[in-house]
């Protein structure tokens, strides 16, 4: 069974420009999460999807960040415009439902470069 | 609020030596907890976890961790280190309140002598 795919995985663009991330959750996994892990840190939650309704996203900096997961499925992360902090491995996870507990998922990551 | 500390920023252990991380946590109540495996350009995998029960949890590659309520701690262990065990190893702990989400702690970098 495929993981959690997410692409690209590796992004280099200069400050200002925009940047999409993609993720493709586990088959049948209703929870999706975007994390941000900075270097040196462990990750930090951005967003929480439960199907297509964002249910937690008071960590999503919502002047330059958006995230939308149309028909419950894939997801998309979006930056615009980039800066130099956010330099970071965007991690895209899921998870079978939302239930404390359940085992979190976690893809490959996408990384930025913002120069 | 809750919160998981690593208090080792990096470990260097030679091959087939004993190997054990420490976690501490701060959490109001029961824990969910959770150690995960970093490899070089990968995501996290999920090594092991404790919900309830037993306080000592058995997981993938030879790991094992000891939840202890007393210490608030949950160490991670390995009785003998492979040279493919180098890696940043991750400590969560599950959050109170709607939903699955994790916190984590900055990472405990893994390094094997051969």
């Known amino acids: 069974e495929a993981g959690v795919v997410q692409s690209p995985r590796y992004k280099i663009i200069e400050k200002k420009q925009p940047v999409a991330f993609w993720c493709n959750p586990i088959?049948?996994?209703?929870?999706l999460y975007w994390y941000r892990q900075n270097l040196g840190q462990g990750p930090e939650l951005l967003i929480r999807y439960e199907n297509e309704e964002a249910v937690d996203d008071s960590q999503l900096p919502k002047d330059r960040f958006s995230a939308e997961r149309l028909k419950g499925v894939d997801s998309t992360l979006k930056i615009q415009p980039a800066e130099l902090g956010d330099s970071a491995v965007y991690l895209c996870a899921s998870s079978l439902g939302g239930q404390r507990g359940n085992t979190i998922y976690f893809g490959e990551g996408s990384w930025l470069t913002v120069v | 609020a809750q919160s998981v500390t690593q208090p080792d920023i990096h470990i260097t252990v030679s091959e087939g030596a004993s190997l054990e991380l420490r976690c501490n946590y701060s959490?109001?109540?029961?824990?969910?907890l959770f150690w995960y495996v970093q490899s070089p350009g990968q995501g996290l995998q999920l090594l092991l976890k404790?919900?309830?029960?037993?306080?000592l949890v058995q997981g993938i590659k030879g790991f094992e961790a000891e939840f202890k309520r007393s210490q608030s701690s949950f160490n991670l262990r390995k009785p003998s280190v492979h040279w493919s065990d180098a890696a940043e190893y991750f400590c969560a702990v599950g959050l109170t309140g709607g939903g699955n989400k994790l916190t984590f702690g900055t990472g405990t970098q893994l390094k094997v002598e051969l």
């Open positions: 404790y919900f309830s029960g037993d306080t």
């Open positions: 959490y109001g109540a029961t824990p969910y």
């Open positions: 088959s049948g996994h209703n929870t």
